[in-house]
């Protein structure tokens, strides 16, 4: 037998047994331990890629919700000046109200106040009436008694009645 750089077969023979087992190992090896080890980090790499398109989802919808704080607080500013406007416009109804209701009370205790003086006015000039009345009848009866007669009593009472007349003493 001729040697390959010399090589005797035997040392071939190995060498192709040994390349066969080594395949065989790879193989059977990569079977039992890389299969896992690859689907575990393939695994893990998908785990990492949605953890980071969630995170980047969450980022997205931060800042939409950060935009529309900004916006709620920019129109909070807007409304709160709206609500003290109308606060302000309700003030100035509230005050103009009682103002008017005030003068219409005034004006209505000034007209009582008129009319009660106006009856004591009527009251007082009647309470005067009467006191010169209770005078005068007084001072007529010391006259009267002095110098008058039945008859000429008789005569004056009738007289009087017929100057004041009926409707007066009714009255």
Not at 44 to 69: C, M, S
Not at 150 to 165: H, M, P, R, Y
């Amino acid at each position: 037998m001729e040697r390959l750089f010399n090589l005797d077969a035997q040392l071939l023979f190995d060498a192709a047994i040994l390349a066969i087992s080594v395949f065989v190992m790879f193989t059977f090896l990569s079977y039992l331990l890389f299969n896992p080890v690859r689907d575990m980090l393939k695994k893990r790499q998908d785990r990492v890629k949605n953890d980071i398109q969630t995170a980047e989802e969450n980022r997205d919808e931060a800042l939409k919700l950060k935009a529309d704080y900004e916006a709620r607080i920019r129109n909070i500013d807007k409304e709160a000046e709206v609500i003290l406007a109308e606060a302000r416009q309700k003030a100035l109804k509230n005050e103009a109200k009682i103002l008017e209701d005030a003068k219409e009370e005034a004006a209505r205790m000034i007209a009582r106040a008129n009319a009660q003086i106006e009856l004591e006015k009527k009251k007082a000039a009647d309470d005067m009436k009467r006191e010169m009345i209770s005078i005068a009848s007084l001072m007529a009866e010391k006259v009267v008694k002095a110098s008058m007669t039945a008859n000429i009593e008789e005569q004056l009472v009738e007289d009087t009645l017929k100057e004041i007349g009926d409707q007066t003493w009714l009255s």
